[in-house]
C-alpha cells in the first residue's frame, strides 16, 4: 500500500487549493526556481512574478493594466486603522486596457459611479483588516463588473396590447367613472 508522509499531503492539499484558485480568476504565474508566486504582489521573491485577472475563458487582463495602491482605511478601528494602510485602492483604465472592443463600449456605457469620465474605473475595498483581502475583494470586484458587460443584453420587442386586456382597461375606467358620478351633491 502506498503511503504519504505528513509533508507530501500537505504539498498536494495546497497543490489543489493553488489550482482551485487559478480557476476561480487569478491566474497565478511561477518564480524561476519553480515555486508558486506568493499571495500578494511582491517582486521580491522573484522577478519573473506576474498573474492575469482572468475575465472568462478567452479574457483577461494581465497584471501592468491594474494599479493598486494601499492607503489607510477610513472609520472607527483603534490604533492600528492609524498605522497600517490596509484599505486598497484600484484604479483600471478601460481606454489603454487590452479587453476586447465590444466590453470596451459596454463599459463605457454603463451609469456607474465608480467609471469617470475619462474612462477609468476606480474600486475602494476597505471590507476586511487584512490588505491582502481587501486586494482580492477589489479584484474581484472589478472582474464582477467587466462579466457583466460580458453578457451581451437582449434587445426589447415591443408588444401590443391585447384586445382582452384593452377591454379590461375600458371597463375599469367606466366602473371608477360610475363611481364618482354617484359621489356628486344631489340637487
Given at each position: 500500500m502506498f503511503e504519504l508522509?505528513?509533508?507530501?499531503?500537505?504539498?498536494?492539499?495546497?497543490?489543489?487549493?493553488r489550482q482551485s484558485k487559478m480557476r476561480n480568476g487569478i491566474d497565478n504565474g511561477t518564480c524561476?526556481?519553480?515555486?508558486?508566486?506568493?499571495?500578494?504582489?511582491?517582486?521580491?521573491?522573484?522577478?519573473?512574478?506576474?498573474w492575469m485577472l482572468r475575465i472568462s475563458s478567452s479574457v483577461a487582463i494581465p497584471e501592468?493594466?491594474?494599479?493598486?495602491?494601499?492607503?489607510r482605511s477610513q472609520g472607527a478601528g483603534g490604533q492600528n486603522v492609524n498605522k497600517v494602510s490596509t484599505a486598497v485602492h484600484l484604479r483600471f483604465d478601460?481606454?489603454?486596457s487590452s479587453l476586447p472592443q465590444s466590453y470596451k463600449d459596454e463599459l463605457l456605457k454603463l451609469r456607474d459611479h465608480r467609471i469617470s469620465e475619462d474612462g477609468v474605473i476606480t474600486i475602494k475595498a476597505q471590507q476586511y483588516r487584512?490588505?491582502?483581502?481587501?486586494?482580492?475583494?477589489?479584484?474581484?470586484?472589478?472582474?464582477?463588473?467587466?462579466?457583466?458587460?460580458?453578457?451581451?443584453?437582449?434587445?426589447?420587442k415591443p408588444t401590443k396590447p391585447t384586445r382582452a386586456s384593452r377591454d379590461?382597461?375600458?371597463?375599469s375606467k367606466k366602473r371608477q367613472g360610475r363611481l364618482k358620478a354617484l359621489r356628486r351633491i344631489v340637487e
Open positions: 508522509r505528513f509533508e507530501q499531503v500537505l504539498y498536494l492539499f495546497l497543490q489543489q487549493k524561476e526556481n519553480g515555486r508558486p508566486a506568493p499571495a500578494l504582489h511582491r517582486q521580491t521573491d522573484c522577478a519573473s512574478y506576474s501592468h493594466e491594474i494599479e493598486i495602491h494601499a492607503v478601460i481606454h489603454a487584512t490588505q491582502e483581502r481587501n486586494r482580492e475583494d477589489a479584484l474581484d470586484r472589478l472582474r464582477t463588473l467587466i462579466q457583466s458587460v460580458a453578457i451581451p443584453r437582449k434587445t426589447r379590461r382597461r375600458i371597463e
